[in-house]
């Protein structure tokens, strides 16, 4: 999802006034321009100037007083609503950050999804030829590792076989971490040499 967000211009005139209030340009206690002045400088519509004034008086940065004018109230009023909109676009920006990553995160997904789903459907074509097929287990109910992580267990140290899914109930981890748990009845899909299923079996029924 990709947004392009454009602030209306009449904000953008708003911003743009108390940024010259913020920075000093323009004096607490001086008159600013008429509106229409302001229109010809910004060459916008004296009705997009009104919009941008009337901002400036709600956030209190501005006062305008009906025959007078124009006149600047408050500099620290201007800093915080400049930093307001700084503070927006920083999270429109994070947001636009985090959709892309989810969107390149989700391609992975799918990626490492159909690749592992073509090297279980090879294996299991070729299986009297490959040496590295997948096995499966299924953790039995008084296994040690019920409760750990794949972390905690040192898995591969403990094994020497690389776990590439977990099957739990209906559903299926693929390329589980080491922060994936293991319990009762989970069926571990793995790969490892042709010893790999005898280590396997000792390991889970192993007391430690």
Not at 59 to 73: A, D, L, N, Q, W
Not at 79 to 107: A, P, V
Request: one cysteine or more.
């Amino acid at each position: 999802m990709d947004e392009n967000i454009t602030k209306p211009i009449y904000q953008q005139i708003a911003i743009d006034i108390a940024g010259r209030i913020a920075s000093g340009e323009l004096q607490v206690g001086r008159k600013i321009h008429g509106r229409s002045t302001l229109a010809g400088q910004y060459k916008v519509s004296p009705e997009t100037i009104r919009r941008s004034v009337k901002l400036l008086e709600d956030m209190k940065i501005v006062e305008v007083t009906p025959g007078s004018g124009i006149t600047v109230k408050s500099k620290d009023e201007a800093f915080k609503f400049i930093n307001k909109f700084q503070n927006i676009s920083s999270m429109t920006s994070l947001k636009k950050d985090i959709w892309k990553l989810l969107e390149e995160k989700n391609k992975l997904d799918r990626e490492l999804k159909s690749c592992i789903d073509k090297f279980i459907d090879y294996s299991e074509r070729f299986k009297h030829s490959n040496p590295f097929a997948p096995i499966e287990v299924e953790i039995p109910h008084n296994s040690h590792i019920i409760g750990k992580t794949i972390g905690e267990s040192n898995f591969w140290h403990n094994t020497g076989v690389t776990i590439i899914a977990i099957k739990k109930d209906n559903n299926i981890i693929l390329s589980p971490g080491p922060y994936a748990d293991f319990q009762a009845e989970d069926i571990l899909v793995m790969v490892g040499d042709e010893n790999a299923l005898e280590r396997v079996t000792k390991y889970l029924n192993d007391s430690y």
